[in-house]
Structure formats: C-alpha cells, structure tokens
C-alpha cells in the first residue's frame, strides 16, 4: 500500500481481556518494528522483525506481549491479559532493509486504552 | 536508560522565530534521525544525519553533529504555527541483525501565530 496501515485506530478494552493490533507494512519493505508510546513520553521499542523472523524482541515488557509476522508482511501484536499500564499508543514502523541505513516509515498508531 | 535525551522538554516561541532542539546521547552511533509527530500519533522522519558528517540542511531545517560531544541540534528557521509538533532525535545504533532506532522524550513545539 501507500503507507503503514495499522488497525484498529482505537481500542477500548477490560482490564483483563486479550487484544490484537494490526500492522500492514509498505509493500516490499522487508523490516518490520513494534513501538510503544505512553502520555507524554518517547517511543519505546518493542520488537523488530526482518522478514517473519524476530531477531530482536528484547523490547516486549513482559510475556503477554507477543508479536508474529506471517508472510513477510502483516504483522499482529496480541497483549494478553490487558493491564491498565498497558493503555498507550502502538505503533509500527517498517523500512526497506537492514543492510542499509534506512529511515523507518511510521503508521498512524492504535490508541489503546484499558479500563 | 534512554540513548536520545532531548532539550527543552518544551519550547513556545512566536511564529517568524527560529526554534533550536537538542539532543545528547551516550554511545556510538552509526547516524541519527530526526523525527516529527503531531497530534501523539505516526512520526514523520525529516532528516537523517550519517556519523561523518558535522551538518545537513533541508529546507528550513538544519542539523548539526558533534560525535565529540555526543549530541545534536535541529534548528527550523522562521517558523509558522504549522510546526507546532513533537520532534524527536534517534540514534541509530548497528545491531548484528541490523539497524536500531533508539528514540529520546521528544520537545514539544508550539508556535504562536
């Protein structure tokens, strides 16, 4: 597509219930990156794939974040067991490659909040 | 802890000024990025200055780097309300598998019209 897609743009959700955030990259890019932005604050990375694989996942706070990539494109983040400090904006980033210093192109993001 | 530290944490300045960001890191970097964001919403890469370069200009945009002191600044010349945003420098740093984006708190620009 044109640009990053993500979806939904917003999500409210229980304090305890699972979540799935979608990311559909630019077409062809083959890097793919989770971030997270709470209020006020810098992004802070999540995990990074290249292709489906996730050589870097050193960013998920904890083990009910986890992400996959199918296909070497879309990519889901699922947060289980929704926790209020998990409410922030999800984004996703992707870029051309690795292999050269590239600039990562963002989508719009999903608000989530968890009451 | 954060590699990317900005300052101000926030600047008001009136349209037609020039706004200058800083920003510090700690280690080293292969280039670093700055990044735009309004609303809290998807960034906005601007411009990307590589380690072996001392400044770089887009527009109304310059930045600086000085590996010495381990920071940069983002200069936008005569501003207008339009540039009220978040900025945010990130350093990139080479992974085995690749680059990393490490992103600081960001400054809050505001300019008054």
């Known amino acids: 597509g044109a640009g990053v897609s993500q979806s939904p743009s917003n999500k409210v959700t229980e304090k305890g219930k699972d979540v799935e955030l979608r990311c559909d990259p630019i077409s062809g890019h083959t890097a793919l990156y989770w971030y997270r932005q709470s209020l006020g604050q810098g992004l802070e990375f999540l995990i990074y794939?290249?292709?489906?694989?996730?050589?870097?996942k050193s960013g998920l706070p904890s083990d009910r974040f986890s992400a996959e990539r199918t296909g070497g494109s879309v990519s889901t983040l699922t947060i289980q067991r929704t926790q209020q400090e998990d409410s922030a904006v999800y984004l996703c980033?992707?870029?051309?490659?690795?292999?050269?210093?590239?600039?990562?192109?963002f989508g719009p993001g999903t608000r989530l909040t968890v009451l | 802890s954060q590699q990317g530290e900005e300052d101000p944490q926030a600047l008001s300045i009136q349209e037609g000024e020039n706004a200058t960001m800083n920003c510090s890191y700690k280690?080293?970097?292969?280039?670093l990025q700055w990044y735009r964001q309004n609303s809290g919403r998807g960034l906005v890469h601007l411009i990307l200055?590589?380690?072996?370069?001392r400044e770089k200009h887009s527009g109304r945009l310059r930045v600086t780097l000085d590996t010495s002191k381990k920071s940069s600044s983002l200069l936008i010349t005569a501003s207008r309300a339009a540039d009220t945003a978040s900025y945010f420098c990130?350093?990139?740093?080479?992974?085995?598998?690749?680059?990393?984006?490490?992103f600081g708190a960001g400054t809050i620009l505001r300019v008054k019209s």
């Open positions: 980033a992707s870029s051309r490659g690795v292999q050269r210093v590239n600039e990562q192109f």
């Open positions: 990130a350093t990139v740093l080479l992974m085995e598998y690749g680059n990393k984006l490490v």
């Open positions: 794939f290249q292709g489906n694989s996730a050589p870097d």
């Open positions: 280690t080293s970097i292969n280039n």
């Open positions: 200055i590589r380690s072996n370069e």
